[in-house]
C-alpha cells in the first residue's frame, strides 16, 4: 500500500502569510494527488487535482505542484477564510489520506 | 447542480449492523465511481471503500475488508454500506464522494454532507 507522509500537522499563520503544505508519497504516484480543504463538521473540499490542477471556483491564491513522490500546496496572501485542515490524497493505487495539516491563527 | 445526500447513520451497539445510504443527483450517476471516506471524532479523513460506475469493481480498505460491503442501483441513483460486525473504532463520520478522472489523474468531487455512526453499548 502507497503511505502518505503530509506535513506539517499543524502551523500557525497571519493573514497575508504564504503558506506551504507537503505530501510525500512511499512510492512513485505520477500527478495522482488531490488537495482538499476542511472546515470544522464540514465535508472536504477539492482545491487541487491533478497535483496543479485549481478546482472550477477556487481562489486563485491556491496552487499545486510536484509529481512523483514529492508534492506541495501553497496557500498565497493566506485570507480569514483559509484558516482550516488540509489533507493530500493519493489516488493512484486504491486511495489513502494525508494526516492533515491545521493552518491556525 | 450535483449533489450527494448520505443518510442511515446512527447509534448501533458493538457487533451490529448498520446500512448507509448516498442519494444522487445531477449527474449520470452510472458513469461515475463512487467512493465511502470516513472521519472519527478529531481524526483525520480515512479512506474507506470505493466502487466503479457498474458496480462490477469494489476496492476496501484493510480496516474494513470482510466486514463492510459497498454496492450501487445504477437505477435508483444510491450509493450503499452494509456494515457489518461494527466496532468501537468504527464510530464516525461516513461520507460519500463522487469519483472525477482524467487522462492522468482522479479526485472525489463532490461530497455528501456526511452521516454519523457512533458504535457504543
Known amino acids: 500500500d502507497i503511505q502518505m507522509t503530509q506535513s506539517p500537522s499543524s502551523l500557525s499563520a497571519s493573514v497575508g502569510d504564504r503558506v506551504t503544505i507537503t505530501c510525500r508519497a512511499s512510492?512513485?504516484?505520477?500527478?495522482?494527488l488531490s488537495w482538499y480543504q476542511q472546515k470544522p463538521g464540514k465535508a472536504p473540499k477539492l482545491l487541487i487535482y491533478?497535483?496543479?490542477s485549481l478546482q472550477s471556483g477556487v481562489p486563485s491564491r491556491f496552487g499545486g505542484s510536484g509529481s512523483g513522490t514529492d508534492f506541495t500546496l501553497t496557500i498565497n496572501y493566506l485570507q480569514p477564510e483559509d484558516f482550516a485542515t488540509y489533507y493530500c490524497l493519493q489516488s493512484y493505487s486504491t486511495w489513502a489520506f494525508g494526516q492533515g495539516t491545521r493552518v491556525e491563527v | 447542480e450535483v449533489q450527494l445526500l448520505e443518510s442511515g447513520g446512527g447509534l448501533v451497539q458493538p457487533g451490529g449492523s448498520l446500512r448507509l445510504s448516498c442519494a444522487a443527483s445531477?449527474?449520470?450517476?452510472?458513469?461515475?465511481?463512487m467512493s465511502w471516506v470516513r472521519q472519527a471524532p478529531g481524526k483525520g479523513l480515512e479512506w474507506v471503500s470505493s466502487i466503479s460506475g457498474s458496480g462490477d469493481n469494489t476496492y476496501y480498505a484493510d480496516s474494513v475488508k470482510g466486514r463492510f460491503t459497498i454496492s450501487r442501483d445504477n437505477s435508483k441513483n444510491i450509493l450503499y454500506m452494509q456494515m457489518n460486525s461494527l466496532r468501537a473504532e468504527d464510530t464516525a463520520a461516513y461520507y460519500c464522494?463522487?469519483?472525477?478522472?482524467?487522462?492522468?489523474?482522479?479526485?472525489?468531487?463532490?461530497w455528501g454532507q456526511g452521516t454519523l455512526v457512533i458504535v457504543s453499548s
Open positions: 464522494g463522487r469519483i472525477s478522472s482524467s487522462i492522468k489523474s482522479n479526485w472525489f468531487d463532490p
Open positions: 491533478s497535483a496543479s
Open positions: 445531477g449527474f449520470t450517476f452510472s458513469t461515475y465511481g
Open positions: 512510492q512513485s504516484i505520477s500527478s495522482y
